[in-house]
């Protein structure tokens, strides 16, 4: 049973610039949640995906994006990249958008640095 | 806005010895879920334990256990027998009533020392 996979593994970009990250949830959930995880902090809520429709969204400005399709996988797109969006970004699925019920399952995260 | 307050930056026990991770939080919510997860070097965040608000019997799976004072807003993780696989470290996360994002603590790493 394949959990969440994330990919790229790492990823260097320069600011200014845009970069798309992926995910594939867990086989059986449909939810897609992305978190950024700075240095020395726990993770901060980016935004929710269910049913190819942002839900949810935290405190972060419109230059984070996303995407849901068809088979539940994601997408987060960062444009105009500054330096301070260099974080690890975890992606975690859950079912029926409940964080209870169906607790997260978290993949192992984009460590993504921005020069 | 809730917030998650973990105030052990780092936390240090011997194998096999009991150790408690302590978690507060702040909300005006009345139903709420709190969470304790784990995370090893490999970067995956694992759930260790999850507690309802609404239920006054604390959590317990295996050698993790929970105290849940909810008056005092407090969700602290106790460890027992502790192993060299639970150096880790250990984010509180509270989500409220329904359909929203986690918010999680600062963490408490936590080494077992041999």
């Known amino acids: 049973d394949a959990g969440v996979t994330q990919s790229p593994t790492h990823l260097i970009k320069t600011r200014g610039q845009q970069v798309t990250l992926r995910c594939s949830p867990k086989?059986?959930?449909?939810?897609v949640s992305w978190y950024q995880q700075a240095l020395g902090q726990g993770p901060q809520f980016i935004f929710q995906?269910?049913?190819?429709?942002?839900?949810q969204r935290g405190n972060f400005p419109d230059r984070f994006s996303g995407h849901q399709f068809p088979n539940y996988s994601s997408e987060l797109n960062v444009n105009a990249l500054l330096l301070g969006d260099s974080a690890l970004y975890l992606c975690?699925?859950?079912?029926?958008?409940?964080?209870?019920?169906?607790?997260?399952?978290f993949g192992n995260g984009t460590r993504l640095t921005v020069t | 806005a809730q917030t998650v307050t973990q105030s052990q930056p780092e936390m240090s026990v011997q194998e096999a010895e009991t150790v408690t991770l302590s978690c507060t939080y702040d909300t005006s919510e009345n139903n709420y879920y709190l969470f304790w997860y784990k995370q090893p070097p490999s970067r995956q965040m694992i759930l260790v334990i999850r507690?309802?608000?609404?239920?006054?019997q604390n959590a317990t799976e295996n050698r993790f256990s929970v105290n849940f004072q909810k008056a005092a807003k407090s969700f602290s993780l106790k460890i027992s027998d502790s192993q060299l696989g639970d150096t880790a470290m250990y984010f509180c996360?509270?989500?409220?009533?329904?359909?929203?994002?986690?918010?999680f603590g600062k963490g408490t790493h936590l080494i077992i020392q041999p």
């Open positions: 975690a699925s859950s079912f029926l958008l409940s964080s209870y019920n169906s607790p997260l399952h």
């Open positions: 507690q309802e608000a609404y239920k006054q």
């Open positions: 086989s059986g959930h449909d939810t």
């Open positions: 995906y269910y049913e190819e429709e942002e839900r």
């Open positions: 996360a509270f989500s409220g009533g329904g359909a929203d994002g986690l918010t």
